[in-house]
């Protein structure tokens, strides 16, 4: 099997879609607009696309299947890693070990010194997947706020 990473593009958007729904059941709560896949993707194209990566596996044709992807951020100080996905089909072949040293890697180049994610906690084996690749838990508490439109105008 031959897969190779590349940046997101917009054509992918039905299949990064497909796969979310699949390995990410909490990204169907509607209710929710953090997150709705259909915004993560149209706000990661106004901000860093290049660091949207999604796996392409060839099986002799030249378009490939989507089987992957991994979403970056680096905001000056540190790097943030989301949306580490593999398709089912093609999952413990380390497809995902490569997505995440792919952006790993751009981070590093762009001089990011650390990178955080965030796992949610009824999830153990994805922290077995990222311990294996070097993270640790911080000793540190995740906070988080929401900011909806309207305090946001109001703070302009
Ligand atoms: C987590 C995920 C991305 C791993 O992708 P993958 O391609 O299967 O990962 P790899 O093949 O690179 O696995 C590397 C190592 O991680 C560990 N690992 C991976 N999946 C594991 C699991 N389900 N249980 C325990 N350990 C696991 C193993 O040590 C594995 O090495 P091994 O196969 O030689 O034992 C994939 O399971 C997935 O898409 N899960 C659903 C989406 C998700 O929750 N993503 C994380 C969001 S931050």
């Not at 989507?66 to 100080?77: E, N, Q, R």
Request: hydrophobic fraction near 45%; proline fraction near 4%; charge should be neutral.
């Amino acid at each position: 099997m031959t897969v190779t990473i590349r940046a997101f593009a917009e054509a992918d958007t039905e299949a990064v879609l497909a796969l979310w729904r699949q390995a990410f059941p909490e990204y169907n709560d509607a209710s929710r607009p953090h997150r709705d896949p259909r915004l993560s993707i149209a706000n990661k194209l106004g901000t860093q696309p290049e660091l949207f990566f999604v796996a392409i596996r060839h099986d002799g044709d030249e378009t490939g299947t989507l089987v992957g992807t991994a979403m970056a951020g680096y905001d000056g100080h540190r790097g943030w890693l989301y949306s580490v996905a593999v398709a089912p089909e093609a999952r413990r072949l380390g497809l995902g070990t490569r997505l995440v040293r792919h952006a790993e890697n751009a981070l590093a180049a762009m001089g990011c010194l650390k990178l955080n994610l965030q796992v949610l906690t009824d999830k153990p084996e994805v922290l077995a997947f990222y311990g294996r690749l070097g993270y640790c838990t911080d000793a540190v508490i995740s906070l988080g706020k929401r900011l909806s439109a309207q305090e946001s105008e109001a703070l302009a």
